[in-house]
């Protein structure tokens, strides 16, 4: 089944302990993306990869870093978390379509993570 | 950057139909998404638009005008599970990862 998962589904820890959320899909997807989602604010990119070793900033990337050894995995990490990365996040991998165009994404389950 | 506007909350009876616009403004415009989300879930993919015009799928359709900025998604037939939020997500600058407007929360009601 193709698919985008992510790990842990549901996360709480303490601020400046380090953490990973990895993300994996099975599409051979070349785009990767991160999201956070906080109530009015919407779904905010943290960071993105067009490929393998190829990885860009978002809109809001303070505080995270990411890695993309390979094609199908693209974890998140933050090393020292603090209570304002509280949130809901959202792996992403998308592929164009050749024949026609278009662009398909699918996401993750999501990750809730609750920094005390 | 971009700026993508979106209604924050709209509501609808069941069985009618609602239309809900998004508005952006970006340079290189590549193409524009529709997703739904139900509350705690992931986005899921409803439409791509590249070309000016009308796409149906079901009760789903959307429109874009890449003149005006603008798009809608039409959703007829309203039934009470079209109850979440409807994120508007435009791709621009050759990029293949849409930004994403803030939502717009549809409740139907009986």
């Known amino acids: 089944e193709a698919q985008v998962t992510q790990n842990p589904r549901y996360l709480i820890t303490v601020t400046g302990k380090k953490l990973t959320v990895t993300c994996s899909q099975n599409m051979n997807h070349e785009y990767m993306s991160w999201y956070r989602q906080d109530p009015g604010l919407g779904l905010r990119q943290i960071y993105y990869s067009m490929n393998v070793e190829v990885t860009d900033k978002g809109d809001v990337p303070e505080g995270y870093k990411v890695s993309r050894k390979e094609k199908r995995n693209f974890p998140l990490i933050l090393e020292s978390p603090s209570p304002n990365q509280t949130s809901l996040y959202f792996c992403a991998s998308s592929l164009q379509v050749p024949r026609t165009g278009s662009l398909e994404q699918y996401f993750g389950p999501g990750t809730r993570l609750t920094v005390t | 950057g971009q700026n993508i506007d979106q209604p924050t909350e709209m509501t609808a009876t069941e069985g009618a139909i609602v239309q809900i616009n998004c508005t952006y403004q970006?340079?290189?415009?590549?193409?524009l998404f529709w997703y739904q989300q139900h509350a705690g879930e992931a986005p899921t993919f409803l439409s791509y638009?590249?070309?000016?015009g009308l796409e149906e799928k079901g009760r789903f359709s959307s429109f874009l005008s890449r003149s005006k900025g603008y798009s809608y998604l039409l959703l007829k037939e309203l039934q009470m599970k079209d109850s979440a939020s409807y994120l508007c997500?435009?791709?621009?600058?050759?990029?293949?990862?849409?930004?994403f407007g803030r939502g717009t929360s549809l409740i139907v009601h009986p």
């Open positions: 638009n590249v070309l000016d």
């Open positions: 970006t340079s290189g415009f590549n193409g």
């Open positions: 997500a435009v791709r621009s600058g050759g990029s293949y990862i849409p930004t």
